[in-house]
Structure formats: C-alpha cells, structure tokens
T-cell receptor, first 119, second 109 residues
Framework: NAGVTQTPKFRVLKTGQSMTLLCAQD?????MYWYRQDPGMGLRLIHY???????AKGEVPDGYNVSRLKKQNFLLGLESAAPSQTSVYFC??????????????????FGPGTRLTVL | DAKTTQPPSMDCAEGRAANLPCNHS???????VYWYRQIHSQGPQYIIH???NNETNEMASLIITEDRKSSTLILPHATLRDTAVYYC??????????FGPGTRLSVLP
C-alpha cells in the first residue's frame, strides 16, 4: 500500500490564481481530512469528508472548497489564492470499524504534505 | 472535543527515557487520547492511543491517570531520531482532531 499520497509536493502561486490539491489513499478508508499548518503552529482542520459524496467544514474552511467524488480521492481547491493561504497542507484518512491484529483502527494516517506559497 | 495542554519544549539525554506530559482535564468519557509526532515538516506520525488503560507498543508507552485528566507518553530509550514535535490529542473515534502547538522534544547526545 502507498498509504496517503499528496500531489503536488510544492507549488508557488500568484495572488488570485486557482489550483487544486489532490489527496489519494489506497486503504479504502471512509474518512478523509484536509489540514493546514502554519509555521510554529499545530495543524488546523479545513474540511473533512465522512464518505464518498459528502463534505463538511472544519475549523478554517473560508477560501477553500473540497470534493469527494471517489472514495479514494479528496480534492482541495483554492479558487482565488491569497498570501494568507501560504502554508503546508496535509491530508489524512481513517477507517470506520476496521481492525488489524484484533485491534480497532482509530488513528488517522497522514500524507507527506504539500508546501504552497502564494506571492 | 477536549483541548489538551502540553509544555512547549523538553530536553532529554540520548538513551534515557523521555516522559512527555499532557493535560486533558475536560476529556469526555468516550474520547481517546492520541499521540502523534512530527519530524521537521513531515506528515504527523501516529505513535499510540488509549482510552483508560495504559498502553504499550513498539514505539512507546502511554500512561493515563485513573481520572483520565492527564497522561504521559514514555519513550523508553530516546535516540536522536526521536527529536520532534509531539502532539497529544483527545478525540472521539479518531475524528475531529484538534492539534495544539505540541511539545518540542530535543534529544541531546
């Protein structure tokens, strides 16, 4: 399994440009999440999804949109990028009810991150 | 979801046990305590989680007080590679994680 992958790894945008970040997981997880992390801070939840075709707002959703058309993919869109959206973006996923070695899996699995700079 | 508080930084000598405390005094009965760490700017790495019993795995041990208001993550023999930011999270069934600033652990040679 590749786990959780994110595309691209790095991106530089100009103010007002748009882009889409792709998160993919091959673990058949139901839940998926998008976080952002600013320097010296913990991760903050942007949006999340509890299943294919569903999305919900997290702590800092403004300026972002998401879609979950396929169970394995969770897209994060910036329609008009702003310098305040310069950050590292992390995707995560976790299952419902899955077990391994007799233990219920409850933790979130994180991707490697996308470093976005908006000039 | 309950918030957690952690010391901003700690040092530990290489080879010694690192004991990282976390306060979660408002945790509710169905919330688990999770520990993650983040090395440089990599994605957070899962370490361990528990509900009320102490837990141990190949990475660490988790000690939760009987009243569940605090916990301690123990890295039994810290190495330089354990230098990272450690996050303690209280959450229900692995959802709605709220990350604080964490504890920056420096393992010193």
């Amino acid at each position: 399994n590749a786990g959780v992958t994110q595309t691209p790894k790095f991106r530089v945008l100009k103010t007002g440009q748009s882009m889409t970040l792709l998160c993919a997981q091959d673990m058949n997880h139901e839940y998926m999440y998008w976080y952002r992390q600013d320097p010296g801070m913990g991760l903050r939840l942007i949006h999340y999804s509890v299943g294919e075709g569903t999305t919900a707002k997290g702590e800092v959703p403004d300026g972002y949109n998401v879609s979950r058309l396929k169970k394995q993919n969770f897209l994060l869109g910036l329609e008009s990028a702003a310098p305040s959206q310069t950050s590292v973006y992390f995707c995560a996923s976790n299952p419902i009810g899955a077990e391994t070695s007799g233990r219920r899996i409850r933790e979130q699995f994180f991707g490697p991150g996308t470093r976005l700079t908006v000039l | 979801d309950a918030k957690t508080t952690q010391p901003p930084s700690m040092d530990c000598a290489e080879g010694r046990a690192a004991n990282l405390p976390c306060n979660h005094s408002t945790i509710s009965g169905n919330e688990y305590v999770y520990w993650y760490r983040q090395i440089h700017s990599q994605g957070p790495q899962y370490i361990i989680h528990g509900l009320k019993n102490n837990e141990t795995n190949e990475m660490a041990s988790l000690i939760i007080t009987e009243d569940r208001k605090s916990s301690t993550l123990i890295l039994p023999h810290a190495t330089l590679r354990d230098t990272a930011v450690y996050y303690c999270i209280a959450a229900n069934y692995g959802q709605n994680f709220v990350f604080g600033p964490g504890t920056r652990l420096s393992v010193l040679p």
